[in-house]
C-alpha cells in the first residue's frame, strides 16, 4: 500500500464572518482581517537592540520560538520567514507603515500592556504590514523569573494577533489557559504553548486540510475512504466552524486491507474541546462496531478478534454534536494488531 505523502493544500477560501469569543470556539476574530495566502510568508524582523534586560542576544531564539509555535500548527496554513535582525524601528516609525513587520523592545511606560501589536491593511482589509512591541518598561526574562515576563509567552500571543486573532476576556479563557486571553503574568511561561482555541482560531483563519497526510480532507463517504497502515499515528481534523463559506467537515472515512483472522485494535483520541466517534464498516459496507463516548476530549476505542471477513475495511470518525459546539479540532488515530497479553504462567 502506498501512502500519500502529498503537502498540505490551501484548499479552504479564507472566512469573512465573524467569530466571537462568545460563540464558543475558543477565539475571536471579528473583522475580516488576514494576511491573503499570497501574502505569505510574513517576513519578520526583531529590531537588533532587543531588550537590556537579557544579555547579549539571548531574547532573540525566543521571538523566534514564539513565531514557530504558530507555524508548526499542521493544519494552518500561516507562515512566518525569519527576516534577520537589520531593521530598526522607533517610536515615531512605529506610526505608520515602513514596508518591514518588525518586533522591537522600546520603553512606553505603564499606561500601555506588556506587549501590543499593530496591524496595517489595505482597502479589502488585506493585511500589509505588522509590528509588535514588548513594552521595555517592564522587565523582560527568558523562562520563568520573579518580577520578569517571559518573552517567549508575552511573543506568542502577540504573534497570534499577526495572525489576526483578538484578545479574550472570559474566565473560561483564563482558566484554559488560552494564549489569546488578554492579561499575562510575570513569572509564568503557560502562553508559550496554544490550546485548542488559539489553534481553532489559525485553523479558521489559514486553514489547510492534510487528513492522514493525504493532502486533502478524508472523504466524507465510504466509496472515496483514504488508504492508511497499520501502526502509525494518523493526524486529521473535523470543521463545524459557524460560516457559510468555510467548509463543514463532519466526517472522514478511511480504509484499510485485512484478513478474517486479523486481530486488530482501533484507537481515536479526540481534541480536549470536542466529541467525535470511531466507527468500523466491513467490506460490504455494513456498521459492525462503534465506540461512541458522549464526552470531549479522551479516547475512542475498538477491539475486532476476529476481523472474520477479508476485504477493504472502513474507519469513520465523525463528530457527534447536539447542535452546540464541540465538533471541531485536530483527532489522532490508529490501528494495530490486538496488543498481546502477558502469557500465561
Ligand atoms: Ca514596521
Ligand atoms: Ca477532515
Ligand atoms: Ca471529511
Ligand atoms: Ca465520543
Ligand atoms: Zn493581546
Redesign the pocket.
Known sequence: MELASNQPVESESQPTHTVQETDGYGFDWNIPLHWTWSGLPVYYNIDPDGTADIGGTNELPPVRASFQTWEDDRFSGIDFYDNGTGVHETYQSLESPNGANVIVWLDYGSEEGVGFTNLWADENFHLVETDMVLNDYYNWSVGAQQWAFDVQSVATHEAGHWLCLIDLYSNASRDQGQTMYYASGMNDISLRSLEWGDVNGAHYVYPVHNDAGSGG????NFAGATAVAKNIWYYARLCDLPTPDHTL?T??WYKFYAGASARLAFTLFNPSNADFDLELYNPSGALTDYSRKRQNGGSETIVKDPMGTTGWWRLRIARFSTGGQGGNGVYQFKYQNMPLLAPEP
Request: aromatic share 0%; proline share 0%; glycine share 14%.
Open positions: 480532507d478524508g472523504s466524507n467537515d466526517q472522514d
